[in-house]
C-alpha cells in the first residue's frame, strides 16, 4: 500500500504592536547554542570613527541534543530548520504544534485523539505521537535532556510550556540524536533569564468556552539571572466532551562568568485531556458534535528537576553536561463497546467472544450475571494507571582545534536514560448511556480465566546507555566533511507482579553511523548530501503485546512477550539551500532537498480476532521518500515564507491485516 501527501503553506504576516519588551542580552560568557553572531572587522587607527563593517551573519545549531556547543548551519549535511520564540507566537497564543505544522517544512499534523493538545506530528512520515502503540519515529528533547517517555517512548505535547520556548531545532535524520532518530529530530531549547529580559502578561478568549492565559518574567543582575513562566487553559472545544485543562509552569536561575555557565530548570504542569476520536459517518450524519464511546480522557501531572552546566577549559575546548529527574503519573480512561456480552445459550451471565465464548468471571472468579438482560446496552471501561521515574545524565566534550593546519570541531560524550514505571490496568462492563454514549456502572472487573482479559500490574526497568561523537573536518575552506556515530545500548526488564507470563528481559545493540559532505559554490549557496543509520528499540508497550495468540488491548492491558526485533533506518539525503539579502536589513532563505529512508523490521500494530484487541510484529520493510522545497522572506517588520513537501510512503514487504470486525474487508 502506497499513501502520498502533499503539503504546502504559505503566509505573509503584519507586524504586531509588541505588548512587552523583550531585551536581547549581549553574551559575556560561553557562546549559547543558537545564536547568530555577526562577525564584525576589528577597527583601525584610520578608520577609528568609521563604522565597522557587519559581515553576514554565521547561524548555529547545536550538534547534539546538549546545549552549549555550536556549528555553523551551512556545514551540516543535512537538512535543519530553525524556529524561534516569536515564531511560536506569531499566529496567536503561543504554540509550538501550530509553528511546526505552518511553517517547518515537511511537517504534517493528524489529531487523532481528538484534542487539540494531542496532535501526532509527523516529519518525512515518521512521527512523534501521545499515544500508546504509534511507531515514534522522531527523538525529542528539552533543554538538552531526552523528553520521549521511556515507557513507550511517547511524546507529551502538553507538558510542554510554549511560552517558554526560546528555540527550536528541527533536523534529519541524525544516529548522534539517540534512539527514535529514524526520521529525525526536534530540540526544544527553553528561555532564561540571559535571553529574556521584561515582563509579559497575556489574556485571550474565544469560542466554545476558551479562554487561557499566559506570563513570563526575566531579569538579569550582574551574572545571575531568573526565569519563570506559565500557563493556564481551558477549554469546552466544539465537539461533545472534549474539554482541555491544562496548568503549566516553568522556572531557571542561572549563573555565569567568562568561562563558565550553570543552569537549575523546574517544569511542572498537570494536564486533563479529553479526546473524543473518531466516529462513523453515520452518527455524524446525525450529529456532528457527537463521541462514539466514552469516556476517552487522559490526565497528566509531570514535574522534571535539570541541571545543566558549560565550561570552557580552554580556548578550544569545552566541557558541557546536565542531569535530571522527573516523574510523570498518567491516568487514562478509555470507553467501548463490551467484549463480554449476554451468552448466547441463553445461560443468565456474560460471555466472551461477544456472548460465544466461555462465560466471564470477576475479580473472584464469579460468573458476571447478564444484569441488564438478554437484550441490553453493554459497555466497557479500560483504565490505566502509569507511574514513571526517569533519571538520566548526559557529559561531552567538545573540541575546535585544527587538525593539520585545517579548522576542525569535534564533539563526543555519552548519555544515559533510567526509568522505573509501574504499570496497572483493567476493563471494566458497565452500562452504555445510550443518549452520551459514556460508561455508566456498576464496572465489574473482568478477570478471564484464560487472561485474555484479566487486570494487570507490572513493575518495567528501563536503561538506555548512548556514546556518540560527531566530527567536522573543513577540508578547504569551501568543502567540509562530516563523520558522526553512536552506539546504543536498550536494557528492558519486565517484572509481572500477577503473575509470571509478563516476567522477561530483552537487551537491544547497536551502533550507528553517519557521514555527508557540504561545499559552498558561492558564498551564501551550499549543497549538502550524506548518510545515516539510526535505530529505535521496540518498546516495553510493544514487547508485552506481541504474541498473536494472546492479543491485548492496546495499551490497556499486557499479554506474554515474544520479542521483537529493532528498528532501523537507512537514509540518504541531498539538497541544496542559500541565503540572500535583497536590500539592507531583509533576509532570504531558500532550500531544495531530496530524501530516502528505508527501514527493516518496522513495527505494526495487526488486529486480533477478539473485539478491540490485537498484537505488535515486526512486518519487514518500509518506505518513506520525497522532497522538501522553500523560501522565507524576513525584515524587522516582514515575514514571509512558502513551502512544499511531497512524502511517498510505502510497505515494502508483503504481510497480513486481519480485519474481522470490517464489513468491507
Given at each position: 500500500?502506497?499513501?502520498?501527501?502533499?503539503?504546502?503553506?504559505?503566509?505573509?504576516?503584519?507586524?504586531?504592536?509588541?505588548?512587552?519588551?523583550?531585551?536581547?542580552?549581549?553574551?559575556?560568557?560561553?557562546?549559547?547554542?543558537?545564536?547568530?553572531?555577526?562577525?564584525?572587522?576589528?577597527?583601525?587607527?584610520?578608520?577609528?570613527?568609521?563604522?565597522?563593517?557587519?559581515?553576514?551573519?554565521?547561524?548555529?545549531?547545536?550538534?547534539?541534543?546538549?546545549?552549549?556547543?555550536?556549528?555553523?548551519?551551512?556545514?551540516?549535511?543535512?537538512?535543519?530548520?530553525?524556529?524561534?520564540?516569536?515564531?511560536?507566537?506569531?499566529?496567536?497564543?503561543?504554540?509550538?504544534?501550530?509553528?511546526?505544522?505552518?511553517?517547518?517544512?515537511?511537517?504534517?499534523?493528524?489529531?487523532?485523539?481528538?484534542?487539540?493538545?494531542?496532535?501526532?506530528?509527523?516529519?518525512?512520515?515518521?512521527?512523534?505521537?501521545?499515544?500508546?502503540?504509534?511507531?515514534?519515529?522522531?527523538?525529542?528533547?528539552?533543554?538538552?535532556?531526552?523528553?520521549?517517555?521511556?515507557?513507550?517512548?511517547?511524546?507529551?505535547?502538553?507538558?510542554?510550556?510554549?511560552?517558554?520556548?526560546?528555540?527550536?531545532?528541527?533536523?534529519?535524520?541524525?544516529?548522534?540524536?539517540?534512539?527514535?532518530?529514524?526520521?529525525?529530530?526536534?530540540?526544544?531549547?527553553?528561555?532564561?533569564?540571559?535571553?529574556?529580559?521584561?515582563?509579559?502578561?497575556?489574556?485571550?478568549?474565544?469560542?466554545?468556552?476558551?479562554?487561557?492565559?499566559?506570563?513570563?518574567?526575566?531579569?538579569?543582575?550582574?551574572?545571575?539571572?531568573?526565569?519563570?513562566?506559565?500557563?493556564?487553559?481551558?477549554?469546552?472545544?466544539?465537539?461533545?466532551?472534549?474539554?482541555?485543562?491544562?496548568?503549566?509552569?516553568?522556572?531557571?536561575?542561572?549563573?555565569?562568568?567568562?568561562?563558565?555557565?550553570?543552569?537549575?530548570?523546574?517544569?511542572?504542569?498537570?494536564?486533563?485531556?479529553?479526546?473524543?476520536?473518531?466516529?462513523?459517518?453515520?452518527?455524524?450524519?446525525?450529529?456532528?458534535?457527537?463521541?462514539?464511546?466514552?469516556?476517552?480522557?487522559?490526565?497528566?501531572?509531570?514535574?522534571?528537576?535539570?541541571?545543566?552546566?558549560?565550561?570552557?577549559?580552554?580556548?578550544?575546548?569545552?566541557?558541557?553536561?546536565?542531569?535530571?529527574?522527573?516523574?510523570?503519573?498518567?491516568?487514562?480512561?478509555?470507553?467501548?463497546?463490551?467484549?463480554?456480552?449476554?451468552?448466547?445459550?441463553?445461560?443468565?451471565?456474560?460471555?466472551?467472544?461477544?456472548?460465544?465464548?466461555?462465560?466471564?468471571?470477576?475479580?473472584?472468579?464469579?460468573?458476571?450475571?447478564?444484569?441488564?438482560?438478554?437484550?441490553?446496552?453493554?459497555?466497557?471501561?479500560?483504565?490505566?494507571?502509569?507511574n514513571t521515574n526517569s533519571y538520566g545524565t548526559s557529559v561531552q566534550v567538545t573540541n575546535k582545534s585544527e587538525v593539520f593546519g585545517h579548522s576542525n570541531q569535534l564533539v563526543a560524550g555519552f548519555s544515559f536514560d533510567g526509568a522505573q514505571t509501574t504499570f496497572t490496568a483493567s476493563t471494566q462492563v458497565g452500562t452504555l448511556d445510550v443518549f452520551s454514549r459514556n460508561f455508566l456502572p456498576p464496572g465489574i472487573v473482568i478477570d478471564l480465566a484464560d487472561g485474555s482479559i484479566a487486570p494487570v500490574r507490572a513493575n518495567i526497568t528501563d536503561g538506555y546507555y548512548g556514546v556518540f561523537f560527531t566530527d567536522t573536518f573543513d577540508v578547504t575552506s569551501a568543502l567540509s566533511l562530516n563523520v558522526a556515530g553512536r552506539f546504543n545500548s536498550a536494557q528492558i526488564g519486565i517484572n509481572d507482579q500477577t503473575g509470571t507470563s509478563l516476567t522477561g528481559a530483552h537487551a537491544y545493540n547497536r551502533f550507528n553511523p553517519a557521514a555527508g559532505l557540504s561545499y559552498k559554490v558561492l558564498p551564501g549557496v551550499t549543497l549538502f548530501g550524506g548518510y545515516a543509520e539510526s535505530n529505535r528499540?521496540?518498546?516495553?508497550?510493544?514487547?508485552?503485546?506481541?504474541?498473536?495468540?494472546?492479543?491485548?488491548?492496546?495499551?490497556?492491558?499486557?499479554?506474554?512477550?515474544?520479542?521483537?526485533?529493532?528498528?532501523?533506518?537507512?537514509?540518504?539525503?541531498?539538497?541544496?539551500?542559500?541565503?540572500?539579502?535583497?536590500?539592507?536589513?531583509?533576509?532570504?532563505?531558500?532550500?531544495?532537498?531530496?530524501?530516502?529512508?528505508?527501514?527493516?523490521?518496522?513495527?505494526?500494530?495487526?488486529?486480533?480476532?477478539?473485539?478491540?484487541?490485537?498484537?505488535?510484529?515486526?512486518?519487514?520493510?518500509?518506505?518513506?521518500?520525497?522532497?522538501?522545497?522553500?523560501?522565507?522572506?524576513?525584515?524587522?517588520?516582514?515575514?514571509?515564507?512558502?513551502?512544499?513537501?511531497?512524502?511517498?510512503?510505502?510497505?515494502?514487504?508483503?504481510?497480513?491485516?486481519?480485519?474481522?470486525?470490517?464489513?468491507?474487508?
Amino acid at each position: 500500500m502506497g499513501r502520498v501527501v502533499g503539503l504546502a503553506s504559505c503566509a505573509v504576516l503584519l507586524s504586531s504592536l509588541a505588548l512587552a519588551q523583550t531585551v536581547a542580552q549581549p553574551a559575556t560568557g560561553p557562546t549559547s547554542q543558537g545564536e547568530a553572531a555577526p562577525q564584525i572587522s576589528p577597527a583601525t587607527p584610520n578608520a577609528a570613527q568609521a563604522q565597522p563593517t557587519v559581515l553576514p551573519p554565521v547561524e548555529v545549531i547545536a550538534p547534539t541534543p546538549l546545549l552549549g556547543s555550536g556549528i555553523d548551519r551551512a556545514k551540516v549535511p543535512a537538512e535543519n530548520q530553525v524556529l524561534t520564540g516569536k515564531d511560536v507566537t506569531l499566529e496567536g497564543p503561543p504554540s509550538l504544534s501550530r509553528a511546526l505544522q505552518t511553517q517547518a517544512q515537511g511537517v504534517d499534523l493528524l489529531n487523532a485523539s481528538g484534542n487539540p493538545q494531542q496532535p501526532n506530528i509527523f516529519y518525512h512520515g515518521f512521527q512523534a505521537s501521545p499515544l500508546q502503540g504509534v511507531p515514534q519515529g522522531l527523538a525529542v528533547y528539552v533543554n538538552g535532556a531526552r523528553f520521549n517517555n521511556p515507557f513507550g517512548d511517547t511524546v507529551n505535547w502538553d507538558l510542554i510550556p510554549d511560552i517558554a520556548i526560546d528555540r527550536m531545532n528541527l533536523v534529519g535524520a541524525n544516529p548522534v540524536f539517540g534512539l527514535n532518530a529514524l526520521g529525525g529530530a526536534l530540540t526544544v531549547q527553553l528561555k532564561n533569564g540571559f535571553t529574556y529580559h521584561g515582563g509579559e502578561l497575556d489574556l485571550y478568549g474565544g469560542s466554545f468556552g476558551q479562554i487561557g492565559g499566559d506570563f513570563q518574567y526575566g531579569k538579569q543582575i550582574g551574572n545571575t539571572a531568573v526565569y519563570v513562566a506559565g500557563s493556564g487553559l481551558h477549554q469546552n472545544g466544539w465537539r461533545d466532551f472534549q474539554s482541555t485543562g491544562l496548568k503549566q509552569f516553568y522556572g531557571d536561575i542561572g549563573w555565569r562568568s567568562d568561562r563558565a555557565e550553570v543552569h537549575l530548570n523546574i517544569d511542572l504542569a498537570q494536564t486533563t485531556l479529553n479526546g473524543p476520536g473518531t466516529v462513523p459517518v453515520e452518527l455524524l450524519a446525525a450529529n456532528r458534535h457527537a463521541q462514539f464511546t466514552g469516556p476517552n480522557v487522559i490526565s497528566n501531572s509531570y514535574g522534571r528537576v535539570l541541571l545543566s552546566g558549560n565550561y570552557d577549559v580552554t580556548e578550544t575546548t569545552s566541557l558541557q553536561g546536565l542531569i535530571y529527574y522527573e516523574n510523570l503519573l498518567q491516568r487514562v480512561g478509555n470507553g467501548n463497546g463490551s467484549p463480554i456480552l449476554p451468552c448466547a445459550d441463553g445461560s443468565p451471565f456474560l460471555c466472551a467472544d461477544s456472548g460465544a465464548g466461555v462465560v466471564a468471571t470477576d475479580r473472584t472468579g464469579s460468573p458476571i450475571p447478564a444484569f441488564l438482560g438478554p437484550t441490553g446496552a453493554y459497555a466497557s471501561l479500560a483504565q490505566q494507571t502509569t507511574n514513571t521515574n526517569s533519571y538520566g545524565t548526559s557529559v561531552q566534550v567538545t573540541n575546535k582545534s585544527e587538525v593539520f593546519g585545517h579548522s576542525n570541531q569535534l564533539v563526543a560524550g555519552f548519555s544515559f536514560d533510567g526509568a522505573q514505571t509501574t504499570f496497572t490496568a483493567s476493563t471494566q462492563v458497565g452500562t452504555l448511556d445510550v443518549f452520551s454514549r459514556n460508561f455508566l456502572p456498576p464496572g465489574i472487573v473482568i478477570d478471564l480465566a484464560d487472561g485474555s482479559i484479566a487486570p494487570v500490574r507490572a513493575n518495567i526497568t528501563d536503561g538506555y546507555y548512548g556514546v556518540f561523537f560527531t566530527d567536522t573536518f573543513d577540508v578547504t575552506s569551501a568543502l567540509s566533511l562530516n563523520v558522526a556515530g553512536r552506539f546504543n545500548s536498550a536494557q528492558i526488564g519486565i517484572n509481572d507482579q500477577t503473575g509470571t507470563s509478563l516476567t522477561g528481559a530483552h537487551a537491544y545493540n547497536r551502533f550507528n553511523p553517519a557521514a555527508g559532505l557540504s561545499y559552498k559554490v558561492l558564498p551564501g549557496v551550499t549543497l549538502f548530501g550524506g548518510y545515516a543509520e539510526s535505530n529505535r528499540a521496540p518498546t516495553p508497550a510493544e514487547l508485552t503485546c506481541s504474541d498473536p495468540s494472546a492479543p491485548c488491548s492496546l495499551a490497556n492491558f499486557f499479554t506474554g512477550d515474544p520479542s521483537l526485533k529493532q528498528v532501523v533506518a537507512h537514509t540518504f539525503e541531498i539538497g541544496v539551500r542559500g541565503q540572500f539579502a535583497p536590500f539592507n536589513g531583509a533576509r532570504v532563505d531558500w532550500n531544495l532537498n531530496l530524501y530516502r529512508s528505508n527501514l527493516s523490521d518496522d513495527i505494526a500494530f495487526a488486529q486480533s480476532t477478539i473485539l478491540g484487541t490485537g498484537f505488535f510484529q515486526n512486518i519487514g520493510s518500509t518506505r518513506r521518500q520525497g522532497f522538501d522545497a522553500g523560501v522565507r522572506f524576513t525584515s524587522d517588520r516582514w515575514q514571509a515564507w512558502i513551502g512544499y513537501s511531497f512524502i511517498d510512503a510505502t510497505f515494502q514487504s508483503s504481510f497480513v491485516l486481519s480485519s474481522p470486525n470490517n464489513p468491507a474487508a
